[in-house]
């Protein structure tokens, strides 16, 4: 089952997306500029391999729901989100203010 559903966070619009797989879920919030996900992310492989893209994006461990993800701290973050402000600790919603 996939879940879509709308977030508005201090007047900005974005996106939360929620995948039931086979013993997991994938949980992505996504903007105009970045997105924030579960710990399926794989920061690394976006600052090495795909560096040139400068994606802003951070990871969440542990997040069951989207809701789960917008309050947790970010675990791993690109190169990308770090140019914006975007921290290790930094909480999922907090990431998405400073990605509007």
Request: glycine share 12%; proline share 3%.
């Amino acid at each position: 089952m996939i879940d879509v559903q709308p977030i508005t966070i201090d007047g900005a619009l974005y996106q939360g997306v929620s995948v039931s797989l086979p013993k997991t879920t994938l949980i992505v919030i996504t903007g105009k500029t970045g997105y924030i996900m579960c710990g399926a992310l794989d920061v690394q492989l976006l600052n090495n391999k795909l560096a040139d893209r400068d994606i802003v994006a951070g990871k969440a461990v542990g997040v069951r729901t989207i809701d789960d993800l917008l309050e947790a701290p970010l675990a791993e973050v690109t190169v990308g989100a770090e140019k914006r402000g975007i921290h290790v600790g930094t909480t999922g919603r907090e990431a998405l203010r400073k990605m509007a």
